[in-house]
């Protein structure tokens, strides 16, 4: 394990109107590892997690402060354009989104067929690429031009992160996303990080501790907003050294 | 306990809420009879093949009406949707762009204001700088009236649209104005088509806005430069002039912009179920 650091919060706060939804945040994400962010239902997990590709942006009432480098650039400068972040760092939502008026293949290509990418063969070579790196080419690949509505929530997961994966981007934050899934769909996808996490760095947001302990490298305890504990995931989940996160892991709350 | 009564009353709601329907089905139809009734037998070839007679003659048609009613509200239309779709996105897709409250004030002063007005403004807008009437001049009155009608469907629609879509677009790194363009837009077509529809159907039936605007024109022209004829306009003419022939061609025109927007209301509708 390499332990390079690709992209790091300092100091970050996430305020919702007034209210901070992330306190003084400051945490290494290592390259091409699987971070997991734990912790009780509004802890900030996700809130952090947004802070992380400028998904706040359009929400008037949220305000960042402090600094997201992304490979020591800081993603938050005035200079940066958040639409070039966004494409290096993708999204996976705790809800499979579809673009209900494309079908499947379309959807995979999206991110770069709206940009304007026209080349045929080269839409197709990255759908194949980006639908088996989501384990879920043998069960399309005979029906790519039918709608993805059809497909079932697992499927429809699968293709979401397919579609992230198109645009090749280099860090992946994914917001719960088996939540909604059955333990199948589930396995499929804990599967799928850790073939990912050899070419790209993961960011998951679990509110299943099994999950954080089974795919995670590191894993970081949040609590109220505020990251409580960070470290290897063998050491929060063996031996943590705060007691919250002790009391957490242990089912005592949460 | 007094479970009789209960019942009793359900039926005795029951029965209101038919008679209720009753009232309000009862003058459609009759209406819509009355008007076929004496419209179906001035439809014939000439009607819709032939320029009107001249006063006090017998036969001619609505040629240059329903011409002059398809170029009108086509351009209407174009018009009309333009600004309306542009100004429901910007309504429904950046709630906080400080034009909104201005904008949300114009749609509903203008949703309210009479159709004649709008006339009016279309003729101190276009009448009076191009020096005299035209079809488009009426095109501008009633795209006036259509605006507001797809403002509203179109706001509608757009936030109906779930903001998953519009974050999971934003996520792959699409800017803003692709994923309002290719992602929302595309999602909701169908109710977007069927709040121009309505508008069509709304703007159509006007003839009050077009008096001093299209003008009317008894010769059959497709250039909206031009002083135009359209359906309504020519019932309104036709109803109140003394001639007998007239009137029935009036009736014959009735009958004619009825069915047409029947016919784009139901289209409406199937489009808003797709």
Redesign the interface.
């Known amino acids: 394990m390499a332990d390079d650091v690709r992209m790091e919060t300092k100091d970050l706060t996430v305020y919702y109107g007034k209210h901070p939804g992330v306190k003084n945040v400051s945490l290494p994400i290592y390259d091409r590892e699987i971070t997991a962010l734990i912790g009780p239902s509004g802890c900030g997990k996700t809130t952090f997690l947004r802070a992380l590709n400028r998904m706040h942006d359009l929400n008037p009432i949220v305000r960042v402060e402090g600094k997201v480098l992304l490979d020591g650039e800081d993603i938050y400068d005035p200079s940066v354009d958040p639409v070039l972040i966004r494409r290096r760092v993708g999204m996976v939502f705790q809800r499979p989104t579809p673009f209900p008026t494309m079908n499947i293949f379309e959807n995979v290509v999206a991110g770069l067929r709206l940009v304007g990418v026209k080349d045929r063969e080269e839409l197709r070579r990255a759908a194949e690429r980006a639908l088996k790196m989501a384990a879920l080419w043998d069960e399309v690949k005979d029906r790519l031009h039918q709608p993805a509505v059809g497909l079932s929530g697992g499927q429809q997961q699968r293709l979401s992160i397919a579609r992230a994966l198109a645009v090749e981007p280099e860090v992946l934050l994914m917001d719960e996303p088996t939540s909604a899934l059955d333990p199948v769909s589930t396995q499929a996808i804990e599967d799928l990080l850790t073939r990912l996490k050899e070419n790209v760095t993961i960011v998951i947001v679990t509110h299943n501790m099994q999950q954080a302990a089974r795919v995670s490298d590191r894993t970081a305890f949040f609590l109220d907003g505020e990251l409580i504990e960070f470290g290897r995931t063998e050491e929060i989940f063996t031996k943590p050294k705060d007691p919250r996160t002790e009391a957490y892991i242990t089912g005592r709350f949460g | 306990m007094n479970l009789k009564r209960r019942y009793l009353r359900d039926r005795l709601m029951q029965l209101l809420v038919y008679l209720g329907t009753l009232v309000v089905l009862v003058p459609l139809f009759f209406i819509l009879y009355y008007v076929f009734v004496q419209g179906i037998g001035a439809l014939n070839w000439e009607f819709f093949t032939r320029p009107p007679a001249p006063p006090g003659e017998e036969g001619g048609g609505m040629l240059p009406a329903i011409v002059g009613s398809l170029i009108v509200d086509t351009l209407a239309l174009l018009f009309a949707a333009v600004f309306g779709i542009a100004a429901g996105i910007l309504l429904a897709e950046y709630p906080?762009h400080p034009l909104n409250p201005v904008l949300r004030l114009v749609a509903d002063v203008m949703a309210g204001l009479p159709a004649i007005l709008m006339g009016l403004v279309a003729f101190v807008l276009v009448v009076q700088p191009m020096g005299h009437f035209s079809g488009l001049s009426g095109s501008v009155a009633l795209a006036l009236i259509m605006v507001p009608i797809i403002i509203r469907t179109t706001e509608g629609v757009l936030k109906l649209i779930?903001w998953?879509?519009?974050?999971?677009?934003?996520?792959?790194?699409?800017?803003?104005w692709?994923v309002i363009l290719?992602?929302v837009l595309?999602?909701a077509?169908g109710g977007i088509v069927t709040g121009l529809m309505l508008a069509l159907a709304r703007g159509a039936g006007e003839a009050a806005p077009l008096i001093f605007t299209a003008f009317g024109n008894p010769f059959l022209t497709f250039n909206p430069l031009e002083p135009m004829d359209t359906l309504p306009l020519k019932l309104y003419v036709y109803a109140i002039s003394p001639y007998e022939d007239w009137h029935r061609q009036a009736w014959g025109a009735a009958l004619l912009l009825a069915a047409a927007i029947m016919v784009t209301n139901y289209l409406a509708r199937r489009a808003m179920r797709s």
């Open positions: 906080d779930p998953e879509i519009t974050e999971a677009g934003l996520a792959l790194g699409l800017p803003r692709r290719s992602l595309p999602a077509r």
